[in-house]
C-alpha cells in the first residue's frame, strides 16, 4: 500500500512563502500524476496543483503565478512552492498520487492520500 508523508505547513503572514513537501513509500512501481488538494472549512476539496508523470504541470486559476508544484521522481516526492499567500489560501492541503504498486497478487493501480498539513496566512 502507498503511504504518503506531507510535511511544510505553518502560519505565514500576507505575502509569506512556504514549501510543502509529499513523499511516497511502499512497494511502488511507477507513479503518474502527482497533485495537490485543499479544503478551507466549509468548502469541497479542490484541486491546486497537478504534475504528470512527463512534467506537464496545471494549476488552479486561483493561485497560477504564485505556486509552482515540482516532482523528484528519484525520491518518489512532489512539491509545492507557494509564493505571495493571501489569507483565502488558507486550508488544509493533501497530496495525491496516482501509482502502479506491487502486491502479492499482482500490480495494482490506485490513489494514495496524505495526511493532510494545516496552512494558514494571517496577519
Known amino acids: 500500500q502507498v503511504q504518503l508523508v506531507e510535511s511544510g505547513g505553518g502560519s505565514v503572514q500576507p505575502g509569506g512563502s512556504l514549501r510543502l513537501s509529499c513523499a511516497a513509500s511502499?512497494?511502488?512501481?511507477?507513479?503518474?500524476?502527482m497533485n495537490w488538494y485543499r479544503q478551507a472549512p466549509g468548502n469541497q476539496r479542490e484541486l491546486v496543483a497537478g504534475i504528470t508523470g512527463g512534467g506537464s504541470t496545471n494549476y488552479a486559476d486561483s493561485v497560477t503565478g504564485r505556486f509552482t508544484i515540482s516532482r523528484d521522481n528519484a525520491k518518489n516526492t512532489v512539491y509545492l512552492q507557494m509564493n505571495s499567500l493571501k489569507p483565502e489560501d488558507t486550508a488544509v492541503y493533501y497530496c495525491n498520487v496516482r501509482a502502479i504498486e506491487r502486491t502479492p497478487s499482482g500490480l495494482r493501480a490506485g490513489s494514495a492520500w496524505g495526511q493532510g498539513t494545516q496552512v494558514t496566512v494571517s496577519s
Open positions: 511502499g512497494s511502488i512501481l511507477s507513479i503518474s500524476a
